[in-house]
Nanobody, 124 residues
Framework: QVQLVESGGGLVQAGGSLRLSCVAS????????MGWFRQAPGKEREIVSA????????SYADSVKGRFAISRDNAKRTVYLQMNSLKPEDTAVYYC?????????????????WGQGTQVTVSS
C-alpha cells in the first residue's frame, strides 16, 4: 500500500500562485507514475497534470498549460504542482495519485492510489 498526503492548498486571489506538494509513504520502493487531478463541485474529476517515473515526460490539461508546472523529487518521494496565474475556474479539490508504472498516465482509472485532496480556492 501507498499513502499519499497533499498539502499547499488554500485561498488565493486571482493571479496569485500556490505550490502543492504530495508526499508518498508506505510501499514506495518501486517506480511510480504520478498525477494531479481536480474536482470542482458538480463536475467530474479531471486530469490537471501527470509525470512519469523519471520525470522526463509530462502532460498538462489545455486549461493549465503555460500556468502550471509539475515536478518530482524521487529521493524525497514527493511530487509538486506549481500553480501560477490562478483563475477562479481553477477552484477545486486537488488530488494526488500514484500508480506502480514507469509510464505517463493521464486517465484517472489508471491510478491505484489516491490522496485525500487539498482545497484550492481562487477568488476573483
Amino acid at each position: 500500500q501507498v499513502q499519499l498526503v497533499e498539502s499547499g492548498g488554500g485561498l488565493v486571489q486571482a493571479g496569485g500562485s500556490l505550490r502543492l506538494s504530495c508526499v508518498a509513504s508506505g510501499r514506495t520502493s518501486g517506480r511510480y507514475a504520478m498525477g494531479w487531478f481536480r474536482q470542482a463541485p458538480g463536475k467530474e474529476r479531471e486530469i490537471v497534470s501527470a509525470i512519469n517515473w523519471s520525470g522526463g515526460r509530462t502532460s498538462y490539461a489545455d486549461s493549465v498549460k503555460g500556468r502550471f508546472a509539475i515536478s518530482r523529487d524521487n529521493a524525497k518521494r514527493t511530487v509538486y504542482l506549481q500553480m501560477n496565474s490562478l483563475k477562479p475556474e481553477d477552484t477545486a479539490v486537488y488530488y494526488c495519485a500514484a500508480d506502480p508504472s514507469e509510464l505517463l498516465l493521464i486517465v484517472p482509472t489508471s491510478y491505484d492510489y489516491w490522496g485525500q485532496g487539498t482545497q484550492v480556492t481562487v477568488s476573483s
